[in-house]
């Protein structure tokens, strides 16, 4: 096994850098139990949100045990941290954003996507050269990810190799469980921000996985050609071998705006959607090469068939799609198929990191869908979204995103008294509230895999 397979099989493990291990690990010493005491709130299913009013969430060696009324015998002495009326509720999972793109967030808006790239994005993320910039620009965004309500995200970097470490390191320090990759680009994108060649961008993402080895707890590599348009077959190829001897999950783009899509078809004109552009590099799912693509706003039928068949994750991003003005993504379609789908913040084509934004957005658009263009698909529901925005999104980390037995324990304590209301609001109204306000100050406190975040 070569140096780069044995890092991969080695730092894919999650239960080694959990803090899990084996049953046979852990006899012999105290195992680690504490209980959150709140009106907890979760997913099991799409359409089911579970409400445990005045309820303990267990968490033992940093998973669920159950959400239970009363304290189960063997749990009298563990530690309780009561949080009173406080709604807790599963960390959340934005499975798509641009870290050096948090510098501009909210810039930019009046362009389409291919205009936006090219006179916002690139310039930008050109700067990420310079290792003093770049520090500026990744502390700020991994301070910030940290105070809000976000647990678990997957993140691009950009094409530079010593930044995109940097940005890896300031994510460890936050506590977070992320994916970063380094962007692969070697065409259609200006001199400032293109790779000399496929084998040069290849030898790039090597070398970065190689001094990464063993380095990261918390933050995981992900392989990240940034779409077709900016990586030449060959360049594709090249990291289809890559994956394949890493075992590396992979993320990218699709079919967010139709000149893309009739750039794809230019380019790789034996394709026959662009989801089968990245499928021929076998690039696009399956069990050895997990895949998330944002956007999916024009999907057809073939495509979507592709994406249910390879197992292909969706993060929906709405935000980035009004923004960009791209179109309406026909989410309604994927939950009906019972394709995998969660929620994407985009910064910066989105304008905010809160995935609480997000879900307000995605029952918004989808009303939009439903009126303007298929009265047949109704829209999303809060049930929905929340779903999405843990359960939904958080599978592509594994049992994560939700409070059933097993599970990774992300969780987010609400305190929404500064929200004023003369209403007497039961637990669910009290989230949809937040969900709509958007409100990330309200967080009181934050635990990922069992272990508190320090937000101060």
């Known amino acids: 096994m070569g140096k780069v397979a044995l890092f991969a099989v080695v730092f894919y493990d999650v239960k080694r850098y959990s803090g899990g291990g084996s049953t046979g690990q ?19 299913h799409p359409d089911r949100l579970e409400i445990r009013e005045n309820s303990y969430l267990l968490c033992e060696e940093g998973e669920c045990r159950g959400v239970v009324k009363e304290l189960p015998q063997g749990w009298k002495e563990a530690e309780v941290k009561d949080y009173g009326t406080c709604l807790i509720i599963p960390g959340l999972t934005d499975l798509h954003m641009h870290a050096p793109q948090y510098g501009f967030c ?35 965004f991994a301070e910030n990810l940290k105070k809000g309500a976000t647990t678990r995200a997957c993140i691009f970097s950009s094409l530079h190799v010593p930044a995109t470490e940097l940005l890896m390191e300031k994510l460890e320090e936050t506590g977070l469980k992320v994916m970063v990759g380094k962007v ?56 289809s071998h890559l994956q394949q001897e890493t075992g590396l999950p992979v993320q990218s783009h699709l079919s967010e705006n139709l000149g893309e899509i009739a750039w794809v078809k230019e380019l790789c004109p034996w394709s026959s959607c662009y989801g089968d552009a990245y499928d021929h590099f076998r690039m696009f799912g399956t069990e050895q090469c997990k895949t998330i693509m944002a956007h999916c706003v024009y999907s057809d039928d073939q495509e979507m068939e592709l994406m249910k068949k390879r197992g ?42 809160s995935i609480f934004r997000v879900m307000a957005d995605a029952v918004q658009a989808s009303k939009m869908y439903w009126r303007l263009i298929d009265q047949t698909k109704k829209p999303l529901t809060l049930e929905e979204v929340f779903y999405m925005a843990t359960k939904g999104g958080g599978s592509f980390f594994g049992n994560v995103g939700s409070f059933e037995e097993g599970y990774e324990l992300d969780a987010v304590v ?29 967080i009181a406190a934050k635990y990922v895999a069992g272990e508190e975040i320090r937000l101060v």
């Open 106 to 140: 909210g810039m930019g808006m009046d362009m389409e996507l291919l205009q936006w790239l090219e006179h916002q994005v690139f310039p930008e993320e050109a700067k990420y050269a310079d290792l003093e910039y770049a520090e500026k620009g990744y502390r700020i």
């Open 184 to 239: 692969n680009m070697d065409r259609n994108s200006p001199d400032i921000l293109r790779e000399e060649s496929a084998e040069a961008s290849e030898a790039a993402t090597r070398q970065w996985l190689k001094d990464i080895e063993g380095k990261f707890k918390r933050v995981q590599p992900i392989l990240t050609p940034r779409f077709i348009p900016s990586c030449t077959d060959e360049l594709m190829e090249r990291l």
């Open 26 to 44: 852990r006899k012999g010493r105290k195992m680690k139990r504490f209980a959150l005491k709140g009106h907890i709130c979760y997913s099991t």
């Open 414 to 442: 609400l305190d929404d008294r500064a929200l004023k209301t003369p209403m007497d609001l039961t637990v669910r109204q009290r989230l949809e509230r937040i969900c709509y306000l958007s409100d990330d100050r309200q």
């Open 312 to 353: 292909v994750w969706i993060a929906h991003c709405p935000l980035s799609n009004e923004n960009l003005a791209s179109g309406i993504a026909p989410v309604r379609e994927f939950l009906n198929r019972g394709l995998n789908v969660g929620l994407g913040s985009d910064v910066s084509g989105g304008n905010t990191d």
